[in-house]
């Protein structure tokens, strides 16, 4: 056992500002080995996503505690019997999804997500139903498989992606939920075709690393879609041709023949349909509350021949497109340090989560 520091999540739901509420509190805790299918990897930076922020406001109904952080990089320290394809001193990427590679989800190389990982996910263990953590002596629930927002952490071998030495640790983190989902969603299910445009609504990582991944497509026009003119401008840093708020672009006609919804809010939806050219698609990424509804006209999507599609994890395959990710970055075609807006300390992860409701940061990155 090894004793860590992490930011646990003790009470779901608190008032806000949560720098006055503190909800997640960074203790020492306890870390058992990796068991015979898992590493022990030491974080070296950490992303601050919405998929956190949504199990402290209740949208996400997750056990606690729980020790969050689900988009993390670091070096694997120790290896399980049956991990050892994975070398102590190797980077790692962690993916918030393991694939257990045998359920019929899994062959559906991406499409749908693994359902024993997805149980393991709900549930707060690892795949296979380990749990790791604990404090004082009481079990602390694993964060999406990773709990990233730690010194150490121990993950499935289906949890980690290695990476070459030259992918930095803030590049290597962002690769493993805003570059899968946001880039995912563009490469594998958007696939725009020269003269073709992409919109994207909602800047945050998950839709800035979409428009990243649209632009690398040559002769593919990219449309950024905020409400907060300072996103829009940053989108426009980032090489977005045009940027509009969701009104703007309503008024304006603005059509697109792939649009990427990263908002999880049902506004941002029906704003994406509504800026979806005839023929094309809506991928909608964000995760809504359960309880979340939309009104849609069902004739616009027969008569014009549009679909919707639902993307977890941008239909990713990690072990198959994080090296794709990777040889765009290497590249200097995807900018991937482009979207961390700043970096912070693990103590200050309840401001961190008040900048994230806000609306304000693009990627606020956990450096150790
Ligand atoms: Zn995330
Ligand atoms: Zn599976």
């Known amino acids: 056992m090894i004793h860590i520091r992490g930011a646990v999540l ?15 509190s960074v203790v020492d805790l306890d870390l058992d080995p990796p068991g015979n299918d898992e590493v022990l990897v ?13 199990v402290v406001d209740g949208n996400r109904v997750r056990p606690v505690p729980m020790l969050l952080g689900h988009e993390a990089a670091g070096i694997v320290e120790a290896v399980g019997d049956r991990a050892g ?46 749990i790791r953590l604990a404090r004082n002596g009481n079990r602390v629930y694993h964060h999406l498989g990773v709990s990233g927002f730690a010194t150490h952490a121990v993950v499935n071998r289906a949890s980690a992606v290695p990476v070459p030495d030259d992918v930095p640790p803030h590049v290597a983190a962002l ?10 969603a563009v490469l594998n299910v958007g696939n725009p075709q020269p003269g073709q445009s992409v919109a994207v609504v909602g800047l945050g990582g998950v839709g800035m690393a979409a428009v990243l991944t649209a632009l690398t497509y040559d002769g593919v026009r990219v449309v950024g879609v905020d409400r907060l003119p300072e996103k829009l401008a940053a989108a426009r840093a ?6 509009y708020t969701p009104e703007q672009a309503a008024d304006g006609g603005i059509k697109a023949a792939v ?24 991928i909608t990424v964000g995760l809504p509350p359960p309880d979340a509804r939309i009104t849609l006209s069902p004739l616009g999507f027969v008569a014009e021949g549009r679909s919707l599609i639902g993307s977890y994890l941008g239909s990713a395959v990690p072990s198959r497109d994080i090296p794709r990710f990777v040889a765009l970055w290497r590249s200097g075609r995807l900018p991937v340090e482009s979207l961390v807006s700043s970096t912070i300390r693990l103590d200050d992860i309840n401001t961190a989560m008040d900048h994230l409701a806000d609306g304000t940061a693009v990627r606020q990155l956990i450096t150790f």
Not at 12 to 24: D, K, L, N, T, V
Not at 91 to 119: I, M, Y
């Open 238 to 243: 980032l090489g977005a041709h045009e940027t």
């Open 42 to 54: 030491r974080i070296e930076a950490a992303g601050v996503c919405h998929s956190d922020l949504s």
């Open 10 to 24: 003790d009470r779901i739901g608190s008032p806000r500002p949560y720098a006055r509420s503190q909800p997640i």
């Open 259 to 282: 649009v990427v919804e990263a908002v999880g809010h049902p506004a941002a939806l029906q704003s994406a349909i509504g800026l979806t050219a005839p023929g094309g698609r809506t």
């Open 85 to 130: 394809d994975l070398a102590v001193g190797q980077r790692v990427v962690l993916v918030f999804l393991p694939r257990c590679g045998h359920c019929t989800a899994c062959a559906t190389e991406g499409l749908t997500p693994c359902e024993p990982g997805s149980a393991a996910n709900g549930a707060g263990t690892l795949l296979g139903g380990g």
């Open 175 to 184: 690769l493993g939920c805003a570059v899968l989902t946001g880039g995912g």
